[in-house]
């Protein structure tokens, strides 16, 4: 028993959408007739055939781009991040010399701030660093040793 109703009638749902939300949908194989989809098979179906004769090519997202909010807490990059630039202090969370880890692993050009260095920073920049020690010190890693600097 067929009931008919006019897709304006219908409720809008607002912001309540999912994947699973079932879309009235006419397929036009043949006699017309009514059925439905959910936006998961109706969103892969629009990907799967981008580019084609009956779907412009999709959009995609990139990483490249300026960030221009305030506040942007756990940035990560994908890829290589090429330029970095703060208004303001950057802080380093501090460590001690033995959570580092090893120089190698983190690479040549990775900085951090230790609360244990065994040198003071005056007159010490470059040494090499370990830790035991009294002092603050901001180093660097020079892809062998932890230096001052």
Do not use: C
């Amino acid at each position: 028993m067929p009931t008919s109703i006019k897709i304006t009638e219908l409720t809008n749902i607002g912001a309540s959408i999912a994947y699973t939300t079932l879309v009235p949908v006419v397929n036009m194989a043949g006699t017309p007739i009514t059925e439905k989809a959910n936006l998961q098979i109706l969103g892969n179906l629009i990907l799967s055939g981008a580019g084609g004769a009956n779907y412009v090519a999709a959009n995609q997202a990139t990483t490249a781009g300026t960030v221009t909010t305030a506040a942007q807490p756990n940035i990560t990059s994908t890829g290589t991040l090429t330029t970095l630039i703060v208004t303001g202090a950057v802080k380093t969370s501090s460590t001690t010399f033995s959570g580092l880890g090893s120089a190698s692993t983190a690479g040549a050009g990775a900085r951090s701030f230790i609360t244990d260095a065994n040198l003071v920073v005056t007159g010490n920049f470059g040494a090499t660093v370990a830790g035991s020690g009294g002092n603050s010190a901001p180093v660097y890693s020079d892809g062998t040793n932890w230096k001052i600097g």
